[in-house]
């Protein structure tokens, strides 16, 4: 039912930036939180980005200030654009839709899009 498909992932050497982009399709996005996610072999999925249907954001101490999560509610789209990036930003990015439960960002087991790979060297 839910489909997600990132895209803007590469490679790109320390200091340099990306932009991310999220089609979502399968759900009425205009009224769901999205979050963007990161993933390695070494550490489980972790939260990178959230933004509200309203628009708020948060983003984690690790990428405050260098990451800006958007959103273009018209064509059901989601944005992640990084700046300054850092080896520690390598791993594989995805989006999905997020709820908030008892103070946490959370995920509904419905699925995960392919994602896109972010490699910075130094």
């Known amino acids: 039912q839910v489909q997600l498909v990132e895209s803007g992932g590469g490679l790109v050497q320390a200091g340099g930036s990306l932009r991310l982009s999220c089609s979502a399709s399968g759900f009425t996005f205009k009224i769901n939180h999205m979050g963007w996610f990161r993933q390695t072999p070494e550490k489980e999925r972790e939260l990178v980005a959230h933004i509200t249907a309203g628009g708020e954001t948060k983003y984690p101490n690790s990428v405050k200030d260098r990451f800006t999560i958007t959103r273009d509610n018209t064509n059901n789209l989601v944005f992640l654009q990084m700046t300054g990036l850092k080896p520690e930003d390598t791993g594989r990015y995805y989006c999905?839709?997020?709820?908030?439960?008892?103070?946490?960002?959370?995920?509904?087991?419905?699925?995960w899009g392919p994602g896109t790979q972010v490699t910075v060297s130094s």
């Open positions: 999905n839709r997020v709820y908030i439960s008892d103070q946490k960002v959370r995920v509904i087991n419905e699925g």
